[in-house]
T-cell receptor, first 114, second 111 residues
Framework: DAGVIQSPRHEVTEMGQEVTLRCKLISGHNSLFWYRQTMMRGLELLIYFNNNVPIDDSGMPEDRFSAKMPNASFSTLKIQPSEPRDSAVYFC????????????FGPGTRLTVL | QKEVEQNSGPLSVPEGAIASLNCTYSDRGSQSFFWYRQYSGKSPELIMSIYSNGDKEDGRFTAQLNKASQYVSLLIRDSQPSDSATYLCAALNTGGFKTIFGAGTRLFVKA
């Protein structure tokens, strides 16, 4: 079975541009988590969904960030407009049971905002 | 106070030694705990989960949980250079809806 798929793997953009990160869950999983990882702040939970419904978005840094889950297997994280401080590795992870079970992480998207 | 705290390290041990990684958590209602390993440039992967007080062994890895002290540890026996990575401790919050990760401990195993 394919694992969690993320695209793109690397993104370099200029400040002010819109960035869209994509994630495909493992088949059969119904919970999805978006994380951001930096050296300074470690792994931060941004938002998570259960059965396509956003449950907690308190980790989203500001209104420039938005996330959607249009169907059971796919999610996007959008940053508009992007800023240099958004530079980080963004992971999505999925699990089969509300996060009680192991979270399977995607390979991550390394975002650089110039 | 961070919700899950770990010593950032780096922790350096010689090959064949026991590596001991420690973690404390603040949410007394947490019931599920995880250790993830993250190699440089890679994503985290689960190596151990523990739900009850005491020890849980899996190969060279032993996780220990003490809920009264709000303490979780991971022991790696016969450490190998391939164990060199960052180890993330995580706790599922009360209600079981959110996993909180520590900042991670960097482990170096010297050949």
């Amino acid at each position: 079975d394919a694992g969690v798929i993320q695209s793109p793997r690397h993104e370099v953009t200029e400040m002010g541009q819109e960035v869209t990160l994509r994630c495909k869950l493992i088949s059969g999983h119904n919970s999805l988590f978006w994380y951001r990882q930096t050296m300074m702040r470690g792994l931060e939970l941004l938002i998570y969904f259960n059965n396509n419904v956003p449950i907690d978005d308190s980790g989203m840094p500001e209104d420039r960030f938005s996330a959607k889950m249009p169907n059971a297997s796919f999610s996007t994280l959008k940053i508009q407009p992007s800023e240099p401080r958004d530079s980080a590795v963004y992971f999505c992870a999925s699990t089969s049971e509300w996060g009680r079970d192991e979270q399977f992480f995607g390979p991550g998207t390394r975002l650089t905002v110039l | 106070q961070k919700e899950v705290e770990q010593n950032s390290g780096p922790l350096s041990v010689p090959e064949g030694a026991i590596a001991s990684l420690n973690c404390t958590y603040s949410d007394r209602g947490s019931q599920s705990f995880f250790w993830y390993r993250q190699y440089s440039g890679k994503s985290p992967e689960l190596i151990m989960s523990i739900y009850s007080n005491g020890d849980k062994e899996d190969g060279r890895f032993t996780a220990q949980l003490n809920k009264a002290s709000q303490y979780v540890s991971l022991l790696i026996r016969d450490s190998q250079p391939s164990d060199s990575a960052t180890y993330l401790c995580a706790a599922l919050n009360t209600g079981g809806f959110k996993t909180i990760f520590g900042a991670g401990t960097r482990l170096f195993v010297k050949a």
